[in-house]
């Protein structure tokens, strides 16, 4: 599946650095996703936007900062990062938020995902 | 709580072997997603399957929402179908947020 691209694949940084990792959908939803999926264990959603505005934030550390300028288009922000960091990173879209009347009903796309390592 | 569970979490299969992954919810759903996790970590839609059966090639899923499970068959398995597949569900009242089950590891030997 193409809808949903994100880059970097790979990135290696260190605790100091500050990186960005960018989510673009192809399919005309309205709302994006960010998940995190470490080693061994399921996907735990981070952060959820609608139109462009957050309207979850999972307890995420402030050192993950999200951006979504529209509704095709979101960012993860990253500084100061621990080495349990370490994840892949993965975006996601659906045509409508959860929250939403009948929003959870629908089928979320994912992207490849970034595998972020942390040294 | 609100959970979803896979089973089993790991399965060894010889290929043209049929197999069955089982996925247990603890309340009432009004979304069930399988997906396909390969190798290079991309998440592929399998099914989306909150009630009732639906085949997709030698593929095929059913959820018994009654009775908070979902089962996804897969016929003649081939090398390719190695990678975890992984349940989700959204549950009624829990602000439409799609939980994860662990996920069940499939290796296909040729």
């Known amino acids: 599946e193409t809808g949903v691209t994100q880059t970097p694949r790979h990135l290696v940084m260190g605790m100091t650095n500050k990186k960005s990792l960018k989510c673009e959908q192809h399919?005309?939803?309205?709302?994006m996703y960010w998940y995190k999926q470490s080693a061994k264990k399921p996907l735990e959603l981070m952060f959820v936007?609608?139109?462009?505005?957050?309207?979850e934030n999972n307890s995420v550390p402030s050192r993950f900062s999200p951006e979504c300028p529209n509704s095709s288009h979101l960012f993860l922000h990253l500084h100061t990062l621990q080495p349990e960091d370490s994840a892949l990173y993965l975006c996601?879209?659906?045509?409508?938020?959860?929250?939403?009347?009948?929003?959870?009903?629908?089928?979320?796309?994912f992207g490849p995902g970034t595998r972020l390592l942390v040294l | 709580g609100i959970q979803v569970e896979q089973s089993p979490p790991d399965l060894i299969l010889q290929e043209g072997a049929n197999s069955t992954l089982r996925c247990n919810f603890s309340d009432s759903v009004n979304n069930l997603q399988w997906f396909h996790q390969n190798p290079w970590g991309q998440l592929i839609n399998l099914f989306y399957?909150?009630?009732g059966t639906k085949q997709n090639g030698r593929l095929s899923a059913t959820t018994v929402a009654t009775e908070r499970y979902s089962l996804l068959y897969i016929s003649s398995s081939q090398t390719t179908d190695s990678g975890v597949y992984f349940c989700?569900?959204?549950?009624?009242?829990?602000?439409?947020?799609?939980?994860f089950g662990q996920g069940t590891e499939l290796s296909v030997k040729p």
């Open positions: 936007y609608n139109f462009k505005e957050q309207t």
């Open positions: 996601a879209s659906s045509l409508r938020s959860p929250g939403l009347a009948g929003g959870g009903q629908e089928t979320q796309y």
């Open positions: 399919l005309g939803h309205n709302a």
């Open positions: 399957i909150p009630s």
């Open positions: 989700a569900a959204v549950f009624y009242n829990q602000g439409g947020k799609l939980i």
